[in-house]
């Protein structure tokens, strides 16, 4: 029995424990717009992707900057050679020596033959290179290279802001969209008690079914609108997940600060764009890595000069000696890279008039859309004002409508129809200070303001 009493217990409490994990997994999760935010840059592969190439780009500079050091190059050879070559010396090849009057002794006195080296032979060897002419060229490549990591600094960056406006997007057009499904739903239940009043008239002859049909296509039309923002926000869920990595299958979203924020000048805007703007910046990267190709070009006229140091060892060759260090100065120089290199240069001088060409086009695009920012904040505030002088005039219109209720002189189908218009109010209200908080948040990435 009290085996029994105890597998009861213990199972009661294992199924308690399920319950309440599982009711924990249902929770919303609490979501800011702050840590969306941080989730994204800390989660999103895009962004991970551009941190490896800004380190792959490191990498090349520290392999380039190897070459101004000299080059070892360590080399070893055994072989075996079939035939030998020989040194054979003709007798009498240095003349006679006279030993008297008649007799005259050949040198030498018989044909003579010397191996010049063996079956069996080893060398092995050590050369320094050190290049003299060619360290302004290769410091200028270092230098590209450090362009690039510049550059790919910089593309880093710009993807961060993408990631951070993408999210913001979205973030806003969830809330938006709460407060449109709150619309909907209290259109719905308009809907759904004027249905009930129809019905109830019906029953009592003061109305026709046509009075009924009508209402009822109103009802589908209102659930229609409630699927569709419940199926928009779903995507809106999915893309934030997508962005910021969450795994929760449902958010809670916190409030965003929709206060107004002022706003420097147009001019000064742009003179801080100008500096700050991450894709100026990257086209004066690309001007300044162009005119670091024209000078490596330019420096490629130069012939290549450097100096040589060695050791060789080896055995099996009775010609060379065995043990030979040595030094030396090199000279290489292909003469139709003379030629070929004046194309290049011309290459060169065209990739920066393009560069150029880009400061210039990107310059134009940065102040069209600080222009096109401040046309949105303008607009928004003055949406802001309109909306918030309805919201104050629908809130108004309720609490006259629950003080007419309180004293039974109107409807149910009353509050709801004014809590409809009040909650439409409030969705444009929101909507107008979210689309100022995203121009101001547009602005604050031309500007590199990214605080």
């Known amino acids: 029995m009290k085996s029994t009493n105890r597998v009861i217990k213990h199972t009661a409490t294992a199924l308690l424990v399920m319950v309440a994990t599982l009711a924990q997994a249902q929770q919303p999760e609490p979501l800011s717009l702050q840590k969306a935010v941080d989730m994204a840059l800390e989660n999103n592969r895009s962004l991970h992707i551009k941190k490896l190439q800004v380190e792959e780009k490191r990498a090349k500079v520290r392999e380039d900057e ?8 360590v080399n070893s050879t055994y072989q075996y050679n079939a035939n030998l070559g020989r040194l054979v010396i003709p007798e009498g090849s240095f003349g006679a020596l006279p030993v008297n009057q008649t007799t005259m002794v050949p ?3 018989e044909a003579k033959t010397f191996n010049l080296g063996e079956h069996h032979t ?4 050590a050369t320094a290179y050190q290049p003299i002419t060619q360290l302004g060229k290769i410091k200028t490549g270092i230098a590209i290279d450090q362009t690039d990591v510049q550059i790919s600094e910089q593309e880093q960056a710009k993807v961060a802001l993408q990631i951070r406006q993408g999210v913001e997007r979205l973030y806003y057009g969830m809330l938006i969209t709460q407060k449109q499904q709150e619309e909907a739903t209290a259109k719905l239940e308009l809907a759904k008690l004027k249905l009930y009043d129809v019905e109830s008239a019906l029953q009592s002859g003061k109305t026709i079914d046509a009075s009924k049909a009508g209402l009822q296509a109103s009802i589908a039309d209102e659930e229609q609108n409630l699927l569709k923002l419940t199926i928009q926000m779903d995507d809106y869920l999915a893309d934030l997940k997508h962005l910021t990595g969450l795994t929760a299958d449902q958010v809670t979203l916190e409030g965003v600060d929709l206060s107004a924020t002022p706003t420097a000048n147009l001019e000064e805007t742009k003179a801080i764009a100008s500096k700050n703007n991450v894709d100026l910046k990257l086209a004066s990267l690309g001007r300044a890595k162009s005119e670091l190709a024209i000078k490596a070009a330019q420096q490629s006229y130069r012939p290549d000069v450097g100096l040589v140091a060695g050791y060789s060892y080896q055995v099996g060759n009775l010609l060379y000696p065995t043990h030979n260090p040595f030094a030396g100065i090199n000279l290489k120089w292909n003469i139709q890279d003379l030629f070929a290199n004046k194309q290049v240069l011309n290459q060169r001088h065209f990739l920066r008039q393009q560069a150029q060409e880009n400061i210039a086009n990107t310059q134009e695009q940065v102040n069209n859309s600080i222009e096109k920012a401040y046309r949105k904040i303008n607009q928004a505030t003055a949406l802001i004002n309109v909306a918030q ?11 006259v409508q629950n003080d007419r209720k309180a004293a039974g002189l109107n409807l149910p189908s009353d509050i709801l129809v004014t809590q409809s218009q009040l909650a439409k109010a409030q969705a444009d209200l929101l909507s107008a200070q979210l689309n100022y908080r995203l121009a101001q948040s547009e602005l604050k990435i031309l500007t590199g303001d990214i605080k």
């Open 122 to 125: 080893f060398n092995a060897g």
């Open 66 to 73: 190897t070459r101004k050091y000299p080059s070892v190059t």
């Open 389 to 399: 002088r309805a919201v104050q005039y629908r809130t108004e219109e309720l609490n």
């Open 107 to 109: 040198l030498p006195n």
